[in-house]
């Protein structure tokens, strides 16, 4: 057996590792020439500001009163620049954005893989192909774009990490420290030859990175006036910065500004997904070669969004976020990034024809060098006779547009070049993700034969060894001789193929590992030829009906990834479950109590998980509820007569006491960051010795089943209290209730079939030496045990929250612990807050199996079928565009009218956009991220988008459930001594 769970733990992880290579793959190519317009560019130098978090309606948008809160930009708008919206791709988080802005491509999701600090492949970008670069700003952004770069010419400034503190009084001394900074970087210039002479060259840029808005955003959201606020002093500070450049360089009119966002926010303080607050930005640019305000009679936008900013008589120019590096290239004449996606927006350019021109000719070129190095690639790693070239971009077609458009330029029929150059890149673009995905639906033929087969493979061990299905094999039974040379040859001809080929070594993996796994089904037939005659017994009637359960219960778990609402349905159906069995007559109490519990646990799944107001009233009542709970079972306890020793009466006292110090830390931390008074050092020491102490604390009560299972639901709910906002802090609480009586509904339900009689949880005790012998062989109710274990697991990762959308959590949930912005620990915080459910529900079901004398083996082995079946669904449904942190939930918009009616502007907006096709989306990903689909009620939605998150979590929940069973068994039988021997008498 351990053989096998090691078999399938490796299996597992090659399964989980694939959707990398066949998905996720970076799109990045190298080996490209530098490409750049041989004209005189129109300027001399780049100033580049990314306010960090800034949503494009927040900041176009007028205050109550009529009035902008950015005054300057406005003006620029209106007088002297051009202005439109910069559509961002998910993930919408710093790292991808600032590359898209600065290298031009949009950042693949292995990049997750080093915490959106580093790309795994290296990168052209903007500011290694400037003169010079110099930049300030947050120590989480500057160094990535300085680390690549070739040579010693980008230069960093940054502030302190501990500046970016979610607690902190202001925020907004990040961006003034940027710009005193750079007011001082030039004032010393002055008195500096080396560095005065390095300023005055042509073909640099000046980067400032403004985190202050991003940083208010989380810690009080866009609504608040913080956020608002810190709009106006980043306007001022663009002001004088701008003041400043015109005069150090004598007004020479060769600098240019470019004012943008690398990413919005939503209403509830967060961003990494698509909702339409997160990937529309602002862009607003002026100065050396950027056209002048131009005023329409009507615009290219069919909505009312514009009336609402005073905009509608000012050009609206939208672009893809990825657009803006081929602009910045082509304003100062540097070359473009090699890995640069981006289409030239020529809307916003302020030069000669023949310059837009030979601009964008450069830039269909540029991005026909890509196309050319990964044909060649793949060309190379393929078979001639089984090669399929891109038919729609053919070596000559490439000359004849490339000719023509020369051609065109040469002749002064510049829109006819700009028209040809277009469509070179449109179809350069198709090309790339073409052969970027050139060989996926062979490996992903591969890995679904190994995937099946692993899955039969597992149910047929669970038949044979755990179940009376079928008759007991004999050991002398002779294995087909034939099947191990015949499979060795089908090895030995995979092999050679993909040797050919050289293909990577993890093809050979993904090819291979199918051979053994489906030798290993077909030298178990006598056990199919047992299953099949035991199934042809079975009435048919039943038999369908049975299937039709299972087939329909693993349906709803899956629906659920979607719609957390069929997580309400399955607790609903739950409820009924006592009532069509035998259960309401022999225990109704336990019965009215299962009913109850499911039902109000129902309810959760139906609260909103985003966008919703911190309410600590409610975390102070679930405090409140778990203090009288614990008075309610002590008191019961003593009332049927068990009594305590000192040491575990003083275990559930130290646990109520921790209790109330949670409720104080949180009522006090949130008074003191509302007062912004920051963090109080306190709290932060109790909050982190309370959660050093919660796996600690069980350990020295009692192993009695009821006992320690209560004992640990109070030590992991103080940790849930410091860690929750609203009424989550609820949820483990109803949950923990529910699991307690699953267990006397197991007990009832085994008793009734007559296995064994019932036992008092009062008297059983945990055992880490359980004896084997006690163990049953699988019933066919099993089967919905597993289902309940795999429901409850569900419902934990989704009840008020969503594991694999970092919308779904609020910052402010960390903030007993810590408020200086550190993505790592803050991560593991909320991870272990997803935990603690998971916990819960693991430590009930080391109960059931105990109570009704379950191998875990063997219901492991159901779990696992049960999560492959899943994950070969999910596998079906990747998708590599859309949100990779989205779980397809559909999020609610802000409940007021106003809000729907913008999003849904918003993406009128988007698709409207002359700049956004689907053809040009690189390498895998649609420009247009949100859809709105149409409905009655016009509310927004999103489509239906199974990503990654959805095979990763169920692929990782069969090695999930192998730490989360040790952890549970660690929390039920072992048992600590404070001193001598533990007194703990029955009576």
Request: net charge neutral; glycine share 6%; with cysteine.
């Amino acid at each position: 057996m351990l053989l096998f769970f090691t078999l399938g733990l490796f299996v597992h992880v090659v399964f989980f590792a694939s959707i990398f290579d066949i998905y996720f793959t970076s799109p990045l190519v190298h080996g490209m020439t530098p490409r750049f317009t041989s004209l005189p560019p129109p300027a001399r130098r780049l100033v580049l500001f990314v306010a960090d978090g800034l949503r494009a309606d927040t900041l176009y948008e007028l205050d109550e009163n009529g009035n902008s809160r950015a005054p300057f930009i406005r003006n620029i708008i209106m007088h002297e620049g051009s202005w439109g919206i910069s559509h961002t791709r998910v993930p919408t988080e710093s790292r991808p954005g600032h590359v898209a802005l600065i290298a031009g491509f949009y950042e693949d999701v292995s990049a997750v893989a080093k915490g959106w600090k580093e790309n795994p492949v290296e990168f052209d970008s903007l500011f290694n192909e400037s003169k010079y670069t110099w930049s300030w700003g947050s120590p989480d952004i500057l160094p990535m774009f300085a680390k690549g770069a070739s040579g010693d010419h980008v230069y960093t400034y940054s502030y302190d990490a501990e500046r970016e503190d979610f607690g902190a009084h202001d925020a907004t001394k990040l961006d003034t420290w940027v710009f005193d900074h750079v007011k001082e970087f030039f004032h010393a210039a002055r008195n500096n030859q080396s560095l005065f002479s390095k300023i005055n060259e042509e073909k640099i840029v000046f980067f400032l990175h403004l985190l202050g808005i991003d940083t208010n955003g989380h810690a009080h959201r866009p609504s608040s006036r913080e956020y608002k606020d810190n709009i106006k002093i980043v306007d001022d500070g663009v002001k004088e910065i701008v003041s400043m450049f015109k005069h150090f360089y004598g007004n020479d009119e060769k600098t240019t500004f470019i004012f943008t966002s690398d990413h919005g926010m939503t209403d509830w303080g967060s961003h990494g997904a698509g909702h339409p607050s997160e990937t529309l930005t602002p862009l607003v640019t002026w100065g050396a070669g950027i056209k002048y305000p131009q005023k329409v009679s009507a615009q290219q936008f069919d909505d009312k969004f514009l009336k609402e900013w005073g905009l509608e008589e000012w050009k609206r120019k939208d672009v893809n976020q990825a657009d803006i590096t081929p602009l910045m290239a082509s304003l100062i004449g540097v070359p473009f990034p090699l890995n640069s996606v981006g289409i030239l927006p020529m809307d916003y350019l302020n030069n000669t024809d023949l310059f837009k021109a030979e601009s964008i000719f450069t830039n269909a070129v540029q991005i026909l060098e890509q196309f050319k190095v990964k044909m060649t690639q793949k060309k190379e790693t393929t078979l001639p006779f089984l090669f399929t070239p891109f038919k729609l971009l053919s070596e000559a077609k490439q000359t004849n547009i490339l000719r023509k458009a020369r051609s065109y330029i040469e002749q002064g029929e510049f829109d006819e070049a700009i028209s040809l150059c277009k469509e070179l890149i449109h179809l350069a673009l198709k090309g790339l993700s073409y052969y970027h995905t050139y060989d996926r639906f062979f490996l992903a033929t591969n890995v679904v034969i190994g995937f099946v087969g692993w899955t039969v493979y597992a149910s047929l061990l669970i038949i044979k060894s755990h179940s009376n299905l079928t008759r007991r094999v004999s050991k002398e039974l002779k294995k087909p001789s034939h099947l191990l040379p015949c499979f060795v040859a089908i090895g030995i001809l995979v092999a050679f193929f993909l040797l050919i080929q050289a293909c990577p070594w993890t093809y050979y993996v993904y090819c291979l590992l199918p051979v053994p796994i489906w030798y290993a089904v077909l030298r178990e037939f006598q056990v199919i030829q047992d299953l099949v005659a035991s199934l042809l017994t079975f009435p048919l009637s039943h038999f369908v009906w049975y299937l039709l359960v299972f087939i329909l219960g693993i349906e709803v778990l899956i629906l659920s990834f979607f719609y957390r609402c069929m997580l309400t349905a399955g607790l609903i159906a739950f409820a009924v479950w006592p009532f069509l069995t035998q259960l309401w007559t022999r225990a109704k109490i336990t019965s009215l109590g299962w009913t109850f519990f499911c039902l109000l646990l129902a309810v959760f799944p139906l609260m909103p998980v985003v966008g919703r107001e911190p309410d600590i009233s409610l975390v102070m009542g679930a405090g409140v509820l778990v203090l009288l709970l614990s008075l309610f079972v002590v008191t019961s306890l003593m009332k049927r007569k068990i009594s305590f020793g000192k040491e575990e009466l003083l275990v559930y006292l130290l646990q109520m006491i921790n209790t109330v110090l949670s409720m104080y830390v949180v009522y006090s931390t949130h008074s003191s960051l509302f007062k912004k008074q920051g963090l109080p050092l306190t709290n932060q020491i109790v909050s982190w010795a309370t959660l050093a102490s919660s796996l600690v604390v069980p350990l020295l009560s009692s192993p009695v089943l009821f006992r320690r299972l209560f004992s640990i639901l109070l030590s992991l709910m103080s940790t849930y209290l410091l860690l929750s906002t609203g009424y989550e802090a609820l949820f483990p609480l109803v949950l923990s209730c529910l699991m307690f009586i699953w267990i006397y509904m197991e007990q009832e339900t085994l008793q009734q079939s007559g296995i064994f009689s019932k036992q008092k949880l009062t008297t059983i005790q945990f055992s880490y030496n359980t004896d084997i012998t006690q163990f049953r062989q699988l019933y066919l109710d099993d089967l919905r045990r597993a289902f309940f274990l795999v429901f409850f697991l569900v419902t934990a990762f989704f009840g008020t929250g969503n594991i694999a959308s970092i919308n779904s959590f609020d910052l402010a949930s960390v903030y007993c612990f810590l408020t200086v912005f550190s993505p790592f620990m803050m991560g593991a915080l909320m991870m272990w807050k997803i935990l603690i459910p998971f916990v819960l529900v693991m430590c009930a079901f080391e109960a059931v199996q105990l109570t009704t004398q379950l191998s875990s083996k063997s219901l492991f082995l159901i779990v696992l079928i049960i999560s492959d079946i899943m994950a070969l669904q999910f596998f079906f449904l990747i998708k590599d565009y859309g949100s990779w942190l989205d779980i397809g939930t559909r999020p609610p918009l802000d409940s007021t009218p106003l809000r729907r009616r913008r999003a849904a502007l918003l993406l009128n907006v988007n698709r409207t956009s002359p700049w956004i096709d689907e053809s040009t989306s690189f390498p895998t990903q649609p420009a247009l991220i949100p859809q709105k689909i149409g409905s009655m009620d016009g509310d927004l939605e999103y489509p239906i988008i199974a990503c990654i998150s959805h095979y990763v979590i169920v692929m990782s929940m069969a090695i999930f459930l192998v730490f989360l069973n040790g952890l549970a068994q660690l929390l039920t039988t072992k048992q600590l001594k404070l001193y001598g021997k533990p007194k703990s008498h029955l009576i």
